[in-house]
């Protein structure tokens, strides 16, 4: 069986839309049974969502920079905070966090949730030449070097995520909280150990212009 007719099959068996891919088989000539009907989308289904931006913000905006000062510092532009958990914990619903240029050695774990209307958002500084979030030396993480755990209404934007010794972006609901309303747009995952994006348990996710490369697991995981 040739490569082209692997692809194929592989699409239609799977009922993805994939570059090169038609219900008919692949647009070059090669040849794959049609599927039967237990393999067709079915006809009910959730809704789709929409295109999403990350918006400008709605409430207050903090910075945070790797040459910033968590003591001396008010999370302004002029005088940002230093690391991810001061300023995560600082965050608010409708807020958004911008990460200034440089390289963050430390997980991102967001503490409490946005609200409906009231995104929480965290993304690089659109003045920033690269924001990257690197996992390298934390081999103590708990399940993602970016890890929205029990948390619902919020926005990554724009980040590089790398070097992660779990998952690079992991997004689940928690015995005492639900995952929901999360959108994870435009990032970049890198050499992780398991997958780059893992999502599980989680209502309303817009996974949207992401990157993935070099995960020992999948690109994309979506569970449940």
């Known amino acids: 069986m040739s490569y082209l007719q692997s692809a194929a099959i592989l699409c239609c068996a799977t009922s993805l839309t994939l570059l090169g891919c038609s219900p008919g088989g692949d647009d070059r000539g090669s040849s794959a049974p049609t599927p039967p009907d237990a393999l067709t989308p079915p006809d009910q289904g959730g ?3 929409a295109t999403m931006e990350c918006g400008a913000p709605a409430g207050g905006t903090y910075y945070v920079s790797p040459g910033g000062d968590d003591e001396a510092g008010d999370g302004s532009q002029a005088s940002p905070w230093q690391t991810l958990a001061t300023v995560a914990e600082a965050a608010q619903p409708g807020d958004t966090v911008y990460l200034m240029d440089g390289i963050y050695n430390e997980p991102l774990l967001p503490p409490r949730s946005g609200a409906e209307g009231a995104y929480i958002t965290y993304r690089a500084d659109p003045a920033a030449a690269s924001v990257v979030i690197d ?3 934390l081999d ?9 755990s029990g948390v619902s209404w919020i926005k990554l934007c724009g980040l590089t995520i790398r070097g992660s010794s779990e998952h690079g972006v992991a997004v689940r609901d928690t015995y005492e909280a639900p995952a929901e309303h999360i959108g994870l747009l435009d990032l ?7 997958a780059a994006i893992h999502v599980e348990d989680v209502s309303d996710v817009v996974i949207e212009g ?3 490369r070099e995960s020992v697991s999948s690109g994309v995981g979506v569970w449940y």
């Open 140 to 148: 103590d993480l708990d399940y993602g070097l970016v890890e929205l």
């Open 47 to 49: 809704p789709i969502p």
């Open 210 to 212: 992401n990157v993935t």
């Open 135 to 137: 996992g390298s030396g």
């Open 188 to 194: 970049t995952v890198e050499s992780t150990e398991v």
